[in-house]
């Protein structure tokens, strides 16, 4: 149950930090100037990790679908299976985009999945997210986000991340950068995270970009003598998301991440995506 509650936890961190990258985030100018983003994405995927402490191989395969034909509200369904040494987990998410205004959008999502016993629980039994985006004048090319999010892990416990961040938009250049404070029960611990991340490009020809993470993870081991755990951590990310097509592309990724006295995990994912 120990390195379960750990696993979840980085699991949690790192799937938020990138649900935050701005590769499908509204631009504070609505498409790239003689592009028309189609109206339905539809991407599969597959990754694979090296984990050490023989506690792996790692592989997911992963199935999303995005809706983009209303500007107002822009929603996702990705559903994902991962498979470990000891078993496999499915893990079903909702996320969208709500665009209040041309200055004013909020995130918002939710994911499930089916209860399991600690040895083959890799994702939260369920969790919610809700952010705020506002784009500063003029020219929307600076934007300031806050978000919570509430996470369950089942009999390891729960808690809640406060998120705060920002984006700025120059040309085919995108800077973010997002603060996470993390309160872990039981026992009400605090702990905090961070991430910076850059990306090149435009939408329809590619994207090219990377995301540096680093913080520290805390929380309370629950068994018959509970105990506090403490990790440092840090990660890293670089994609290339690629058009070979007007109607099909490519996104490929590497993947590090580095619980300093826990385990080192090295690894890589590969999509394939429709747009129509």
């Known amino acids: 149950m120990f390195r379960n509650r750990f696993f979840l936890?980085?699991?949690l961190m790192s799937r938020f930090a990138a649900a935050q990258t701005p590769v499908d985030q509204p631009p504070p100018q609505p498409g790239t100037p003689g592009f028309e983003q189609l109206p339905v994405?539809?991407?599969f995927g597959v990754s694979s990790s090296d984990v050490d402490h023989s506690l792996g191989p790692w592989n997911t395969v992963d199935t999303s679908i995005w809706f983009r034909g209303n500007h107002f509200f822009i929603p996702n369904l990705t559903v994902d299976s991962q498979t470990r040494p000891a078993g496999t987990q499915q893990n079903y998410a909702f996320f969208s985009y709500l665009n209040w205004t041309d200055s004013f959008y909020t995130t918002q999502g939710f994911s499930a999945s089916a209860a399991h016993d600690a040895a083959t629980t890799y994702y939260p039994r369920f969790r919610?997210?809700?952010?705020?985006y506002y784009k500063f004048p003029p020219g929307r090319h600076f934007v300031l986000g806050a978000g919570y999010t509430h996470f369950n892990l089942g009999p390891t416990g729960h808690g809640d991340i406060i998120n705060v961040g920002s984006l700025y938009y120059h040309n085919k250049l995108v800077l973010e950068g997002n603060l996470f404070i993390n309160r872990s029960q039981p026992d009400n611990l605090w702990s905090a995270s961070g991430t910076i991340s850059a990306?090149?490009?435009r939408e329809g020809h590619y994207w090219l970009g990377s995301t540096f993470g680093a913080g520290r993870e805390l929380y309370e081991f629950v068994g018959q003598t509970p105990f506090q755990v403490e990790f440092q951590s840090?990660?890293?990310n670089i994609f290339y998301r690629r058009w070979l097509t007007?109607?099909?592309?490519i996104v490929l990724s590497f993947d590090y991440l580095n619980n300093v006295t826990a385990y080192r995990q090295i690894g890589g994912t590969g999509h394939l995506f429709f747009e129509f």
């Open 199 to 201: 990306q090149y490009g």
């Open 128 to 132: 919610y997210d809700i952010k705020a």
């Open 41 to 43: 994405r539809v991407e």
């Open 234 to 236: 840090y990660s890293l």
């Open 9 to 11: 936890s980085a699991l």
């Open 246 to 249: 007007r109607h099909m592309g």
